[in-house]
């Protein structure tokens, strides 16, 4: 049974286009995160998500937009994709109040490259 | 600001020599400090972490870390590795209050010779 799973695990798209990674946890943990990792493989974490409130936006260019729609589930929408967009995209998610000691499960990551 | 430094790109260590992966880190406040392993075309998977107390924490398949509060640095460390340990690890740290935020250092890629 996976824990954090995302949806597709590659994507191959045009620049311009619209695209949607879908993510999903069956942990019952109240956070989510969208974290991007680049091809020298830094990780940085993009939007986090609180029980369906965004919490973390971490300047991200709004062409990025993420979705709740329950605590279990947080999608990331891309507008007019651009050949920088290229990278792996991993959701994860945590039991994190504020102080939560728990560590982050990451799904499998979406790789996405723009052409 | 939280940060993690990871100093080392690549670690390479034969096998069944001990290894060490190092990281310091700056965050104010309490730590929370975390280990994780990425194998290729893979996610992230979480190896251990420290939270408080004993400042020697062990965790998955033989590993285990040091936190040192004067020195900053939660380095990773294996008795004996194994071929298979070869992977990218990263170190992340979390504040212990008011954020939810896990901070990852750079990676450093370890590769265990057979």
């Known amino acids: 049974d996976t824990a954090v799973s995302q949806t597709p695990k590659y994507l191959v798209t045009q620049m311009g286009n619209d695209k949607s990674i879908k993510c999903e946890q069956n942990?019952?943990?109240?956070?989510m995160y969208w974290y991007k990792q680049d091809s020298k493989k830094f990780l940085k974490i993009m939007f986090s998500?609180?029980?369906?409130?965004?919490?973390i936006n971490e300047t991200v260019p709004n062409r990025f937009s993420p979705k709740s729609p329950d605590k279990a589930h947080l999608n990331l929408h891309i507008n007019s994709l651009e050949l920088g967009d290229s990278a792996v995209y991993f959701c994860?998610?945590?039991?994190?109040?504020?102080?939560?000691?728990?560590?982050?499960?990451f799904g499998q990551g979406t790789r996405l490259t723009v052409v | 600001a939280q940060s993690v430094a990871q100093p080392e790109d690549q670690v390479n260590v034969a096998e069944g020599n001990p290894l060490t992966v190092k990281c310091t880190y700056s965050?104010?406040?309490?730590?929370?400090l975390f280990w994780y392993v990425q194998y290729p075309n893979r996610g992230l998977q979480f190896l251990l972490k420290?939270?408080?107390?004993?400042?020697l924490v062990k965790g998955s398949y033989g590993f285990e870390a040091e936190f040192n509060k004067s020195q900053t640095s939660f380095h990773l460390k294996k008795p004996s590795a194994l071929v298979s340990d070869s992977a990218l690890y990263f170190c992340?740290?979390?504040?212990?209050?008011?954020?939810?935020?896990?901070?990852f250092g750079t990676g450093t890629r370890l590769k265990v010779l057979a």
């Open positions: 994860a998610s945590s039991q994190a109040p504020a102080g939560g000691t728990t560590e982050a499960f």
């Open positions: 942990l019952g943990h109240d956070t």
């Open positions: 998500y609180n029980n369906k409130e965004l919490i």
């Open positions: 965050v104010s406040g309490n730590p929370y």
């Open positions: 420290y939270i408080t107390g004993d400042n």
């Open positions: 992340a740290v979390r504040r212990a209050s008011g954020t939810y935020k896990y901070i």
